[in-house]
Antibody
Framework: EVQLVESGGGLVQPGGSLRLSCAAS????????MDWIRQAPGEGLEWVGR??????????EYAASLRGRFTISRDDSKNSVFLQMNSLKTEDTAMYYC??????????????WGRGTLVTVSP | DIQMTQSPSSLSASVGDRITIICRAS??????LNWYQQKPGKAPNLLIY???NLQSGVPSRFSGSGSGTDFTLTISGLQPEDFATYYC?????????FGQGTKVEIK
């Protein structure tokens, strides 16, 4: 089955760190760029960042507001992508989704989403 | 950064209605515009990519149009399973962004 499964969420205190994982299966993970997208409770979607594939030197991009605190990495041998979150703030409380990027007809989109993992930052 | 603005924020409609959701970009994004549907407690699902291309498996009652800064998502013949929140997203440059969402509710 083609799927993405996130893990690693939980309750963390402000200033703390957390590492999220996303395990891919059912497709050639190493070919794809991967994104992280988050959604605060009752709010809309916010793009977090991206890691490209080996052909693109595993380069990364981040939302400007998160740059410096969040780091995305991947391990193609484990079909996994990771989100390291440091110096967490209460406003980082959200469901975090990993997504697979697709390019079709010259246009990029997130065509596969995981179910998400919930991060709660609270004293 | 490119900002995306959707309207309306919410709408009420009946089964069988035709509805249109508008998405505007703060600058020209060509046709680099995607639409997603999200149901409560679920992850979003890709409906439309490249402004008007229907994702595989998505019913043909969904359609998208537009280019430049103005885009629309139309649902022709609203079905009970279509009551959800819809988001547009640009993929024009490196830093993607979403609209704030449009919640479609049952009248």
């Amino acid at each position: 089955e083609v799927q993405l499964v996130e893990s690693g969420g939980g309750l963390v205190q402000p200033g703390g760190s957390l590492r999220l994982s996303c395990a891919a299966s059912g497709f050639t993970f190493s070919d794809h760029y991967m994104d992280w997208i988050r959604q605060a409770p009752g709010e809309g979607l916010e793009w977090v960042g991206r890691i490209r594939n080996k052909a693109q030197s595993y380069t990364t991009e981040y939302a400007a507001s998160l740059r410096g605190r969040f780091t995305i990495s991947r391990d193609d041998s484990k079909n996994s992508v990771f989100l390291q979150m440091n110096s967490l703030k209460t406003e980082d409380t959200a469901m975090y989704y990993c997504t697979r990027l697709m390019s079709s007809s010259g246009y990029w989109s997130s065509d596969l989403w995981g179910r998400g993992t919930l991060v709660t930052v609270s004293p | 950064d490119i900002q995306m603005t959707q309207s309306p924020s919410s709408l009420s409609a009946s089964v069988g209605d035709r509805i249109t959701i508008i998405c505007r970009a703060s600058q020209n994004i060509g046709r680099s515009l995607n639409w997603y549907q999200q149901k409560p407690g679920k992850a979003p699902n890709l409906l439309i990519y490249g402004a008007s291309n229907l994702q595989s498996g998505v019913p043909s009652r969904f359609s998208g149009s537009g280019s430049g800064t103005d885009f629309t998502l139309t649902i022709s013949g609203l079905q009970p399973e279509d009551f959800a929140t819809y988001y547009c997203q640009h993929s024009y440059n490196v830093l993607w962004a979403f609209g704030q969402g449009t919640k479609v509710e049952i009248k």
